[in-house]
């Protein structure tokens, strides 16, 4: 595969359920971003990895729990969501940090019930 | 901060026509970035084209081209020869320079190719 890959692509979980977003990227990127993409509002930035290490938090819930154990996987683990955590959410990579272009994954689809 | 502004939520275009998506943005920098990204159905979030706000000279990919105006904080798309496959979500975004630079994105514009 090439490119950013997500999985899963869709996801249905309840509030107490615990679960994990896992983003791949195979394009030799050393850094790598979580967005969230809600109905009728612009991307919001959730976090953001340089070389393995978070440089940005975007004040997101501590229910968000990202994890970067390489340059090319991202995770973002959750638990105790609430309904209006659901929307689609986007990974994306770029060369570096100060790069200008981003590539973004499919995105995950959640819901949360 | 940055803000970047796509007033309108949809738009329509006959295939083969050209359409113009409008993106307008406030910055106090004087070097940035500027992006036109498409989400089709399938959600891939797609770069179209890309702008550096030094160059005065408009970008060109095939059949899309901008119309960046620095003095006036405004960047539309132009679409040429408009496709079934450019049926999509446009967003507009801006980047400033640098390591710890955000990418600020527009609302979007649902974009509709008529047959």
């Known amino acids: 595969e090439t490119g950013v890959t997500q999985t899963p692509r869709h996801l249905v979980m309840g509030m107490t359920n615990k679960k994990s977003l896992k983003c791949e990227q195979h394009l030799g990127h050393n850094a790598m971003y979580w967005y969230k993409q809600s109905a009728k509002k612009p991307l919001e930035l959730m976090f953001v990895?340089?070389?393995?290490?978070?440089?940005e938090n975007n004040s997101v819930p501590s229910r968000f729990s990202p994890e970067c154990p390489n340059s090319s996987h991202l995770f973002l683990h959750l638990h105790t969501l609430q309904p209006e955590d659901s929307a689609l959410y986007l990974c994306a990579s770029s060369q570096d940090q100060t790069a200008d272009t981003q590539y973004f994954g499919p995105g995950t689809r959640l819901t949360v019930l | 901060a940055q803000t970047v502004t796509q007033s309108q939520p949809e738009m329509s275009v006959q295939e083969a026509e050209t359409v113009t998506l409008s993106c307008t943005y406030d910055t106090s920098e004087s070097d940035y970035y500027l992006f036109w990204y498409k989400q089709p159905p399938s959600r891939q979030m797609i770069l179209v084209i890309r702008?550096?706000?030094?160059?005065?000279q408009n970008a060109t990919e095939n059949r899309f081209s901008v119309n960046f105006q620095k003095a006036a904080k405004s960047f539309s798309l132009k679409i040429s020869d408009s496709q079934l496959g450019d049926a999509a979500m446009y967003f507009c975004a801006y980047r400033s320079p640098g390591a710890n630079s955000k990418l600020t994105f527009g609302k979007g514009i649902t974009l509709s190719v008529r047959p």
């Open positions: 702008q550096e706000a030094y160059k005065q």
């Open positions: 990895y340089s070389l393995e290490e978070r440089v």
